[in-house]
């Protein structure tokens, strides 16, 4: 089983800049593909980047160049630094695990990013 515990979201406003964490509790976390994934108010769950465990990495067109995931096999964790933020990047933004054995996801309880003066 693995958990999964995000933070470092909040309001911040537009131009600004924040740096999510997600922190797993998964005994072999190199064997599990990470992502970030954002749900707005009324839009279905997206995409917004995506890691390897060979740190191949991958990003919605609307995040590029602004966003970067990266991980930290050692700590168990992943990060995803924002940049540049917009006001269409609030959301809940989950962290995703998948076991790149088993394909089964997992998936954290979620941090509010909210952009806004």
């Known amino acids: 089983q693995v958990q999964l515990v995000e933070s470092g979201g909040g309001l911040v406003q537009p131009g600004g800049s924040l740096t999510l964490s997600c922190a797993s509790s998964?005994?072999?976390?190199?064997?599990?593909?990470m992502g970030w994934y954002r749900q707005a108010p009324g839009k279905q769950r997206e995409l917004v980047a995506s890691i390897t465990s060979g740190g191949s990495t991958n990003y919605a067109d609307s995040v590029k160049g602004r966003f970067t995931v990266s991980r930290d096999n050692a700590k168990n964790t992943v990060y995803l630094q924002m940049n540049s933020l917009k006001p269409e990047d609030t959301a809940v933004y989950y962290c995703?695990?998948?076991?790149?054995?088993?394909?089964?996801?997992?998936w954290g309880q979620g941090t509010q990013v909210t952009v806004s003066s």
């Open positions: 995703n695990a998948r076991n790149i054995l088993t394909l089964k996801d997992y």
């Open positions: 998964g005994r072999i976390f190199s064997i599990y593909s």
